[in-house]
């Protein structure tokens, strides 16, 4: 499942084959992705020009000329692939295509159908109902020690589940909680309204610098954000903790006998820390 540092790296490969650029036809090879794709979508977009390709949390956030906005969202296992003429044949799970004034197709395919597009008025993106409830840009001016801090000091749940909760910060999935707060040295388990002061302010800043650690090392992973399959943005990324159960800490060097990495199950994810460097 692609998460925040990902989506990002797609966004910087569609900014490159599509900011600038007109759509001279779009084709949607199916009524709907997750959700039914909107009404006269393809008629509606043709003849655009792109003129921004934004992020907010894990959405896509496409802007177009004469007021209007395309919402994506990549689900599961969605990828946007960028191919200049000859164009290779469809593959079975390309689901929408569009064509550009430069002879290029980005080619949108999602063999298991949980990502989504929508359009908007571009006036109306700020209320579209799975945007306006997101918390701050963890990457944006706004996230900072103090800002965590007040959206966490009513919650009792564990800081990890706070984390995940999309109206508390937008975008972290379970790998970059895990990452942050090892980084922050802060215990999954601790209660997040005990994360104040000082330990929100090295929280904040933990969760951006595995944010744009990730984000550095996809694009360097990935020569202009493509690979010459045409995929956008997917990346092997290694961590620090995430998915290394038993393994030795790199934070205090802790090896099995004494902890080493740990796992345990909080709301039903994996959670991998070191108990000794996380309190
Ligand atoms: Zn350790």
Redesign the pocket.
Known sequence: MPELPEVETVRLGLVAALQGRRLLRVRALRPDLRFPLPGKFAERLKGRTVTAVGRRAKFLVVGLSDGLTLIAHLGMSGRFRVFATPLPDLDPHDHVIFETDDGAEVRFNDQRRFGFMDLVATADVANYPMLAKLGPEPLGPDFTGPVLARRLKDRQAPIKAALLDQTVVAGIGNIYACEALFRAGISPKRRAATVQGGRAGKLARAIREVLTDAIAAGGSSLRDHRRPSGELGYFQHSFAVYDREGEP?P????DRAK??IRRIVQSGRSTFY?A??QR
């Open positions: 800490c934070g205090c060097a802790c902890g080493g070191c000794l460097k």
